[in-house]
């Protein structure tokens, strides 16, 4: 029994740091796509985001999940599709969007990182950035709050062009993504539409990671309040890998 208190004692003492050092090499990704613009949208029956901030509103409340969970030595990375909210802004609303968006990163201490094409953010999927290479800090979590269809990340739907998309992440350009970026096990979802009719199959045979998707659509109006996400469009939908 004397021999073993130490021994404990000691366990208790590695853990944390074992803990810590596991943390640290391991990154928590949260992608938003951009919104779209009324001038495309009034359109239409059903017209989309009636607020710029969808997805930003979605991926914040994720990014403080994130920062509680896994505590403030965590690297948590936001990446947003800057030109849709500097569009929104000018042409819509009026103000500086990037402003607002700059306080989520302010708040909850992550690391914000503005893209605007597809190489910028499969750079960063496959290489992290230069004091945080992709060779040690491996992707833990990868989520993605923005619009898209069965088969394809749109960043800038209705944003740009009326009803389609100038820079997106297409299923069969999957393969570019690194599998080795990510770690064992990582926790990888769409919240936009449609992807698990298609995207999820495709995004595991090129990674090696499941994708959680949508059966139909999703819904991203509703609740402000904590553990809010968002949610199925219709009774008939589902989440699948």
């Avoid at 074992?18 to 017209?47: D, M, N």
């Avoid at 609303?93 to 094409?117: C, T």
């Amino acid at each position: 029994m004397k021999r073993l208190i130490p021994l404990l004692l000691l366990a208790s003492l590695v853990a944390p740091l074992l803990k810590a050092q596991e943390s640290a090499s391991r990154e928590y990704i949260v992608i938003s796509g951009g919104p779209s613009l009324i001038e495309w949208e009034k359109f239409k029956k059903v017209p989309h985001d009636h607020w710029w901030a969808n997805f930003v509103r979605a991926a914040r409340i994720r990014l403080g999940e994130l920062r509680d969970r896994e505590g403030d030595g965590a690297l948590i990375t936001w990446m947003v599709y800057k030109p849709g909210y500097l569009r929104r802004g000018t042409r819509q609303e009026k103000k500086d969007l990037l402003s607002d968006i700059a306080s989520v990163r302010d708040k909850y201490k992550i690391n914000l990182v503005f893209f605007g094409s597809q190489q910028e953010i499969l750079d960063y999927i496959n290489r992290g950035s230069a004091n945080r290479p992709r060779s040690t800090w491996k992707i833990a979590d990868l989520e993605y709050f923005g619009h898209s269809n069965r088969a394809c990340f749109m960043f800038d739907y209705s944003n740009e062009i009326d009803s389609a998309s100038k820079v997106w992440l297409h299923e069969t350009e999957l393969q570019k993504i690194d599998r080795t970026a990510f770690s064992p096990r990582a926790f990888v979802k769409s919240w936009g539409c449609h992807t698990g009719e298609s995207m999820s199959r495709l995004w595991r045979k090129a990674t090696g990671q499941p994708m959680i998707g949508a059966i139909g659509t999703t819904d991203y109006s509703g609740s402000d309040e904590p553990g809010w996400h968002p949610k199925l469009g219709n009774s008939n939908g589902r989440w699948t890998r």
